[in-house]
């Protein structure tokens, strides 16, 4: 090896052991699960291929592209982990380039919300690779290219990134498996698919024919405690209603909701949600389908959020969304629909599904998505929506409940006018924070004014006197199968809320981290948050609360939640 090839080597390999040690931090930054930013496939290949540029005799400047374009991908990666908890990929890569006009404005502001350490971490490559290059470390360097055969660095390097990553997985992946808990079970109330029992026709003695329109109707947002009907046609005096007592999703976010709603199974809270053959197969539009439905999703928002769009047209949906809706003419006024940054007026809803209507003959499941209630909270009209100080966050929100109630009952009408077998189910993809214990939005809390959700079931048949209820959005899957006699293909991690052996068992998760864990059974609900070590207990409404944080238990209890979700 020759004098000039050896320092190559000084340079190089120090460099890239700065590039892990920077790919390490900003794992640490993201919350990446796991080390899969230190040893992800790409990033391995840019530094072996700095590598060979080296080895082979190509000029230094080729290897530093590389570890240039390695430093990029990792800070990148780590940058879509930490605000969507997503990981990066090639088709999300080509996603934004084709539309990088919609999604710019929406990059912009939230760059301005990425904490400055994470922007700070480039500088530990930055200056590394200065002080490397200009030969500030030469008695590091000394040390570091006595090493002549540099294979066995890197094979070294990566053996202890792997050992440690195994063994951080090794201390925070097992649970208990059995032992007890303040009434929770850990082997009896563990986290497993159950069979599907029903219990519809056992206790009304009829079902629903599978024939009628099924209308679902998804509210963005919307806290069971903010949803008030009273003003509502259909939803305010209608004895022809379920409406649950309590109703939980168990991570505050849409994507995550829509999936669960669609498969009846747990979400994956931690990156961007994936589907399989049986995902598509076993769920609300494959049963449906295969009864002779169409398949319509209907969203006044946009869907090309976190795979959302692929996850729909995987599951056979035809999708109309924001984009298609923005074309659209308003026939009431012959002019284009109000919009806003998030969505378009939900009117336009109501307008979409008449065409629907009016055009096929076969019946439809359609999911409609309203987003009226999405922050900033659209109102189109504020002198005629104004219960509440429209100069207000929580204020508009109000109001936009109250618009939203209006288009609510318009769909109604418009459905039922054209079949009066429809059944309607209208439930929140989560709730809305307001300074509620410290949370503001949504993602982050599992108290109920994020997770607690309205759900209302509506059909001609449904009698007076059908009491309130008990549920997750887990459990909309099974209990809707249950009530037209349909039989899922697989078990699910839901169950029919009809069925004499229901119990209310919902395991809960703050998006993106897990910074909260929590567990939903029976009457009371266990909240802990890994920031500040408090475990609580408390009722379904949130009160009554216990600390629970010096309880000797404890540690036995938390295992038990991260295996569980």
Same mark, same amino acid.
């Given at each position: 090896?020759?004098?000039?090839?050896?320092?190559?080597?000084?340079?190089?390999?120090?460099?890239? /052991?700065?590039?892990?040690?920077?790919?390490?931090?900003?794992?640490?930054?993201?919350?990446?699960?796991?080390?899969?930013? =230190?040893?992800?496939?790409?990033?391995?290949?840019?530094?072996?291929?700095?590598? =060979?540029?080296? !080895?082979?005799?190509?000029?230094?400047?080729?290897?530093?592209?590389?570890?240039?374009? *390695?430093?990029?991908?990792?800070?990148?990666?780590?940058? #879509?982990?930490?605000?969507?908890?997503?990981?990066?990929?090639?088709?999300?890569?080509?996603?934004?380039?084709?539309?990088? @006009?919609?999604?710019?404005?929406?990059?912009?502001?939230?760059?301005?919300?990425?904490?400055?350490?994470?922007?700070?971490?480039?500088?530990?490559?930055?200056?590394?690779?200065?002080?490397?290059?200009?030969? &500030?470390?030469?008695?590091?360097?000394?040390?570091?290219?006595?090493?002549?055969?540099?294979?066995? #660095?890197?094979?070294?390097?990566?053996?202890?990134?792997?050992?440690?990553?195994?063994? &951080?997985?090794?201390?925070?992946?097992?649970?208990?498996?059995?032992?007890?808990?303040?009434?929770?079970?850990?082997?009896?109330?563990?986290?497993?698919?159950?069979?599907?029992?029903?219990?519809?026709?056992?206790?009304? %003695? &009829?079902?629903?024919?599978?024939?009628?329109?099924?209308?679902?109707?998804?509210?963005? %947002?919307?806290?069971?405690? $903010?949803?008030?009907?009273?003003?509502?046609?259909?939803?305010?005096?209608?004895?022809?209603?379920?409406?649950?007592?309590?109703?939980? /999703?168990?991570?505050?976010?849409?994507?995550? !909701?829509? &999936?669960?709603?669609?498969?009846?199974?747990?979400?994956?809270?931690?990156?961007?949600?994936?589907?399989?053959?049986?995902?598509?197969?076993?769920?609300?539009?494959?049963?449906?389908?295969?009864?002779? $439905?169409?398949?319509?999703?209907?969203?006044?928002?946009?869907?090309?959020?976190?795979?959302?769009?692929?996850?729909? !047209?995987?599951?056979?949906?035809?999708?109309?969304?924001?984009?298609?809706?923005?074309?659209?003419?308003?026939?009431?006024?012959?002019?284009? $629909?109000?919009?806003? *940054?998030?969505?378009?007026?939900?009117?336009?809803? /109501?307008?979409?599904?008449?065409?629907?209507?009016?055009?096929?003959?076969? +019946?439809?499941?359609?999911?409609?998505?309203?987003?009226?209630?999405?922050?900033? $909270?659209?109102?189109?009209?504020?002198?005629?929506?104004?219960?509440?100080?429209?100069?207000?966050?929580?204020?508009?929100y109000r109001n936009s409940i109250d618009y939203c109630l209006l288009v609510i009952d318009m769909l109604i009408d418009t459905f039922m006018?054209?079949?009066?077998?429809?059944?309607?189910?209208?439930?929140?993809?989560? %709730?809305?924070?307001?300074?509620?214990?410290?949370?503001?939005?949504?993602?982050?809390?599992?108290?109920?004014?994020?997770?607690? #959700?309205?759900?209302?079931?509506?059909?001609?048949?449904?009698?007076?006197?059908?009491?309130?209820?008990?549920?997750?959005?887990?459990?909309?899957? +099974?209990?809707?199968?249950?009530?037209? @006699?349909?039989?899922?293909?697989?078990?699910?991690? %839901?169950?029919?809320?009809?069925?004499?052996?229901?119990?209310?068992?919902?395991?809960?998760? !703050?998006?993106?981290?897990?910074?909260?864990?929590?567990?939903?059974?029976?009457?009371?609900?266990?909240?802990?948050?890994?920031?500040?070590?408090?475990?609580?207990?408390?009722?379904?409404?949130?009160?009554?609360?216990?600390?629970?944080?010096?309880?000797?238990?404890?540690?036995?209890?938390?295992?038990?939640?991260?295996?569980?979700?």
């Open positions: 090896m020759d004098k000039i090839t050896e320092y190559k080597y000084a340079q190089i390999v120090p460099l890239s /052991v700065v590039i892990v040690v920077y790919a390490v931090a900003v794992k640490l930054l993201s919350g990446y699960q796991g080390i899969s930013l =230190a040893v992800n496939m790409f990033h391995l290949v840019t530094l072996l291929a700095a590598v =060979a540029a080296i !080895s082979t005799g190509l000029r230094v400047a080729v290897a530093i592209t590389f570890l240039a374009v *390695n430093v990029l991908h990792v800070f990148t990666a780590g940058l #879509v982990f930490l605000l969507f908890k997503v990981d990066l990929s090639f088709s999300l890569t080509f996603y934004y380039i084709g539309n990088a @006009g919609i999604l710019l404005t929406d990059t912009v502001a939230v760059l301005g919300s990425v904490p400055a350490v994470f922007y700070a971490a480039l500088s530990v490559p930055v200056a590394g690779g200065i002080i490397i290059l200009c030969g &500030y470390a030469d008695s590091v360097l000394e040390r570091i290219y006595q090493f002549k055969k540099i294979p066995v #660095v890197y094979i070294l390097l990566f053996v202890i990134i792997l050992a440690a990553g195994k063994l &951080y997985s090794a201390s925070t992946g097992q649970g208990s498996r059995s032992g007890s808990f303040r009434g929770v079970d850990f082997s009896e109330d563990a986290r497993r698919s159950r069979p599907i029992h029903p219990g519809f026709m056992k206790r009304y %003695g &009829y079902n629903i024919s599978a024939t009628g329109n099924i209308v679902f109707i998804i509210l963005e %947002g919307v806290s069971a405690a $903010y949803f008030d009907t009273t003003a509502s046609k259909h939803l305010g005096s209608s004895g022809n209603a379920f409406r649950a007592e309590h109703f939980f /999703v168990p991570t505050p976010h849409t994507t995550l !909701s829509i &999936y669960s709603l669609l498969t009846g199974r747990y979400g994956d809270y931690r990156s961007r949600q994936r589907i399989s053959s049986t995902d598509t197969h076993n769920s609300i539009p494959g049963l449906m389908r295969g009864r002779g $439905y169409g398949t319509y999703f209907l969203y006044s928002g946009p869907t090309y959020f976190e795979g959302l769009h692929e996850m729909l !047209s995987n599951f056979g949906f035809t999708i109309i969304n924001k984009e298609k809706l923005e074309q659209s003419l308003n026939p009431a006024t012959g002019q284009r $629909y109000s919009s806003f *940054n998030w969505g378009v007026d939900d009117v336009s809803l /109501v307008h979409e599904s008449a065409k629907i209507l009016s055009r096929e003959k076969e +019946p439809g499941l359609f999911f409609i998505g309203l987003s009226s209630t999405h922050s900033p $909270y659209f109102n189109p009209d504020p002198a005629r929506f104004c219960r509440f100080d429209n100069n207000t966050a929580e204020g508009r006018q054209h079949d009066r077998d429809t059944l309607f189910i209208i439930l929140g993809d989560h %709730g809305e924070s307001f300074g509620h214990d410290g949370y503001s939005k949504h993602g982050f809390s599992l108290y109920n004014t994020e997770i607690s #959700v309205p759900f209302i079931m509506l059909h001609r048949s449904f009698e007076k006197n059908m009491s309130q209820f008990r549920g997750s959005i887990l459990d909309v899957y +099974p209990s809707l199968a249950d009530m037209t @006699g349909l039989e899922p293909s697989a078990s699910v991690d %839901g169950a029919s809320m009809f069925a004499s052996s229901y119990i209310l068992r919902l395991f809960l998760s !703050s998006w993106r981290d897990g910074e909260s864990r929590g567990l939903v059974l029976r009457d009371k609900k266990w909240i802990f948050n890994r920031r500040t070590g408090a475990l609580y207990e408390m009722d379904l409404d949130d009160r009554g609360r216990i600390d629970l944080s010096s309880d000797p238990h404890k540690d036995s209890f938390l295992r038990f939640l991260v295996r569980q979700y």
